[in-house]
């Protein structure tokens, strides 16, 4: 669940970086061009994308433009991008990603996707809690929002999990492959947030 990102004023300070966060079983760091590969594993599959706001990547030109698209989105300072890697193998099953950053109201926006082989085993539970809990703590945010097609029920079901709440409906406010897509805006404040979490340290 990502969305397309907006710009900085030039005077605002950016989001500060995250090198790399340990959440249980899984690590988030900041997305490097060999982790193309295995992230093409998950958004060149339908099944996964089909309730995101962009088309299924077809080979790895696709996901080299996501990359260099992402690079200097980050480079602007409003968002920064993540990637999902379990720690036992490194093997990377998805991505994160804070966007949207917007320095005077302490907020942002929060996307994901992990690949369907991973589905159902608690990792996106593991990574996108603990990326929010860095948030509100370490980065200094007072508010998460995430925008969920209303049909993506899963999704729906882990920010509630973690905390989130339902705020809204935007109607036909994406179209994805032909489809007008209904959008469930969820949101967290600091102290909202779910407490129960795996062992999650940053690392240098």
């Given amino acids: 669940m990502q969305t397309s990102t907006n ?3 030039p005077s605002a300070p950016p989001l500060p970086a995250i090198d790399s966060l340990l959440a249980g079983r899984t690590r988030l760091r900041a997305v490097q061009e060999h982790d193309l590969a295995d992230l093409l594993e998950a958004n060149g599959d339908d ?8 088309e299924t990547w077809h080979g790895l030109e696709d996901a080299r433009s ?19 890697e379990r720690v036992a193998d490194r093997k990377v099953i998805g991505s994160a990603l804070l966007f949207s950053y917007d320095a005077g109201a302490a907020s942002a926006e929060l996307g994901y996707v992990i690949g369907r082989r991973w589905w159902r085993q608690g990792y996106a539970g593991e990574a996108i809690g603990a990326l929010c ?29 973690l905390g989130f709440a339902h705020e809204g409906r935007r109607r036909q ?14 949101g967290c404040l600091a102290g909202e947030l ?6 999650e340290q940053q690392r240098p």
């Avoid at 996501?66 to 999902?84: D, E, F, K, P, S």
């Avoid at 406010?173 to 969820?186: E, K, Q, S």
């Fill in 7 to 9: 710009s900085r004023p």
């Fill in 47 to 54: 099944e996964v994308t089909r309730f995101l706001p962009y």
């Fill in 66 to 84: 996501w990359y260099l698209r992402m690079c200097g989105i980050v480079a602007g300072g409003t968002a920064r991008q993540l990637v999902v």
């Fill in 133 to 161: 809990r860095h948030a509100f703590a370490a980065l200094g945010l007072r508010r998460i929002e995430a925008q969920v097609d209303a049909l993506n029920v899963p999704s729906g079901a882990l920010l509630r999990r």
């Fill in 173 to 186: 406010c994406w179209v994805t492959r032909g489809r007008l897509c209904d959008a469930d805006v969820y």
């Fill in 194 to 199: 779910a407490a129960t979490s795996p062992s």
